[in-house]
């Protein structure tokens, strides 16, 4: 059986390798731009690469609160 190409360890390689070089072009990219800043937090060195991380880890725990919160039992649907 074939595996999905999500799952290959080749392509979870490769996209680690995509994301990470993504993240240095982010880092970088603020060294060589010149930030107008709306407030003193987004004028920080790397605001974009820290903040969609931060972001995501909270998005991740947000949902996993509400799966929590939300879980009902494996037999919640059994009529008996």
Known sequence: ?????LVRP??????????LCVLALTV???LITDVHAWFW???TFAFNA???F???????VFAKLIGRL???KD???DRN
Do not use: E, N, P
Request: glycine share 10%; net charge positive; hydrophobic share 50%.
């Open 1 to 5: 059986m074939k595996q999905h190409w």
């Open 10 to 19: 080749g392509t979870i390689r490769l996209l680690w390798a995509v994301f």
């Open 28 to 30: 970088l990219a603020s």
């Open 41 to 43: 937090l987004d004028g």
């Open 50 to 52: 820290w903040y969609g």
């Open 54 to 60: 931060a972001t995501c880890i909270g998005m991740v």
């Open 70 to 72: 939300l879980h009902r």
């Open 75 to 77: 037999t919640y649907y």
